[in-house]
């Protein structure tokens, strides 16, 4: 251990996602202005952060949302100086293939009369029982705050909600919430079309990524002026980390002597680039993108004990931007002119082909009004599938543009589920497990932030900050 006590010159991120360039700011924090940061990106820097353009205005594609309790984002935006530009949201309906079973009004003390008479107290029971859950997982900033971090993602989240917390990894958000006391009519008509929004599975997605997807129809939610992937490309520059435009194709374990006797550890990182082939030394690797053959297609090679494979399956979801006129008799309005919805999401109907329709806006508007829904509109779909022509002239009555992006979005959530490991091997460290638990921008960065003093705390041998027990107790007691 004596090698490591001395800075380390190079340290390694493979991808330039949210992930990874959160963790080359967090890097660069901890281990100071010498150590090179190389990170490199076979894509665009954002990675699922990304914009597309319709008729000469940017529109979210990927990640689109931030919850207001998203401490690292609002951090970020604050350092590096972005905005957030005012957001109105617009009228909200629930489509179950039929009918609607749920209609906001644009008079507020109605749809809330409305909640009450179709749910009861469920609506308001959620927000309290979502509360309680952010509640305590907010106690991962003042742990990351006083530099406590954790080897296994399942160990987080121990330390965040004990037991409880574990067990909502184990169970359905369905049987979670039934198991809290609500109704199976509110868990179908409600719960089940915030899922499919968020992360276009039903209630079977694990009780803790349920409660962040509900989380993520809280109000107040927020977005970056001008793109969210602005954040990554700041946090790059601000980390003076090196980008480098390339696919890293395998990660190789080499004894090197050193000059003052002895041996030392590096990894090496191959990677093709516009220049070739090439290899580089680091003494730490950080790899921040799903570690599966779709999605990257790393090799690891001549380690021992090996390095875990991956074949962790993840969801195709389909954003599709439509510039045209919505169809509301598809959704048996028979008088069009009385539709003034601005979003439909759905309950799980065999028959439905889309998951959720939404106008949305371009992401430099600072004070746009939300459009008439009847006129023509940038609207967003997601789908599991590409809409066919068939599907499009149902939805729309008539369109002048159509761009699609396909993406393997998320983990498909399935029980019972371990994490992936954070330590792949002594000082490689894989920060997608998270996913698993909850796929959110803000958890990439918890999950950048956690490898980043774990790799320092390994590094220098402070072992009382890994792991630590009762952090809750301890720090409330810590000034
Ligand atoms: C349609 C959609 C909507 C979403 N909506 C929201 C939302 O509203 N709110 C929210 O919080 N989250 C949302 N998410 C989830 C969120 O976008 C992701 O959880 C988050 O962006 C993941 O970031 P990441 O850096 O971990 O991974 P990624 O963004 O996937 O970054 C990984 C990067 O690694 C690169 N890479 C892969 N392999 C290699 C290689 N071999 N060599 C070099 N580079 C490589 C990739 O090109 C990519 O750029 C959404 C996701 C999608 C797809
Ligand atoms: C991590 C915590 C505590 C909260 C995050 C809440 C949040 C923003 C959840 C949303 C996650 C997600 C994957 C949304 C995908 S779709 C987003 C939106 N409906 C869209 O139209 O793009």
């Known amino acids: 251990a004596s090698e490591l006590r001395y800075p380390p010159g190079k340290i390694a991120v493979i991808g330039a996602g949210i992930g990874g360039t959160s963790a080359a700011y967090f890097l660069r924090q901890k281990f100071g202005k010498d150590v090179r940061i190389d990170v490199f990106e076979k894509g665009t820097v954002g990675g699922r952060l990304a914009t597309i353009n319709v008729e000469g205005k940017d529109y979210e594609a990927g990640g689109a949302i931030i919850h207001p309790l ?173 980008l480098i435009s390339g696919t890293v194709t395998s990660i190789e374990e080499r004894t090197r002597p050193k000059r003052t006797g002895g041996t030392v550890k590096l990894y090496e990182v191959s990677y093709n680039s516009a220049s070739g082939s090439m290899t580089d030394m680091y003494d730490i690797v950080l790899i921040a993108t799903p570690l599966n053959r779709k999605m990257s297609n790393i090799t690891f090679r001549n380690f021992n004990p090996l390095v875990a494979q991956f074949s962790d399956h993840y969801h195709q979801t389909v954003a599709t931007f439509v510039h045209g006129r919505i169809n509301a008799s598809f959704f048996g309005y028979k008088d069009p002119s009385r539709f003034h919805l601005a979003s439909i999401f759905t309950t799980e109907n065999p028959k439905l082909f889309i998951n959720s329709i939404g106008v949305v806006s371009p992401v430099q508007n600072t004070h746009e009004e939300v459009k008439q829904p009847m006129g023509p509109a940038v609207w967003k779909v997601f789908s599991k599938e590409p809409l066919t022509k068939e599907q499009m002239n149902l939805l729309f009555s008539s369109y002048e543009s159509v761009k699609e992006k396909k993406w393997l979005a998320y983990p498909h959530y399935s029980l019972p589920k371990k994490c992936p490991p954070i330590i792949l091997h002594d000082r490689i460290y894989y920060l997608n497990g998270i996913e698993w638990v909850a796929s959110a921008m803000e958890m990439s960065a918890i999950a950048a932030k956690n490898a980043a003093l774990l790799s320092y705390h390994h590094w220098y041998g402070n072992v009382n900050m890994i792991d630590q027990e009762d952090l809750n107790e301890k720090l409330k007691t810590e000034l």
Request: aromatic share 14%.
């Open 70 to 242: 998203n401490l690292h984002m609002k951090h970020f935006v604050k350092v590096l100086g972005l905005s957030v530009p005012e957001n109105r949201d617009g009228l909200l309906g629930i489509y179950n293939g039929e009918e609607f079973v749920f209609e906001e009004s644009s008079w507020y003390i109605i749809s809330i009369l409305k909640l009450l008479w179709h749910y009861g107290f469920n609506p308001v029971r959620m927000n309290i029982w979502v509360e309680e859950i952010l509640d305590k997982f907010m106690r991962i900033y003042r742990y990351q705050s006083h530099d406590y971090s954790f080897s296994s993602t399942e160990g987080l989240l121990h330390a965040l909600g004990g037991n409880d917390f574990i067990q909502m990894l184990n169970r359905t958000i369905d049987e979670t919430m039934q198991k809290a006391g609500f109704s199976q009519k509110f868990i179908y008509e409600v719960v089940t079309p915030v899922m499919r929004v968020n992360y276009g599975q039903g209630t079977n997605i694990n009780g803790f990524v349920g409660a962040v997807s509900l989380a993520g129809a809280d109000s107040g939610l927020w977005s970056v002026k001008g793109g969210n992937k602005l954040v990554c490309t700041g946090l790059l520059y601000a980390s003076k980390a090196q």
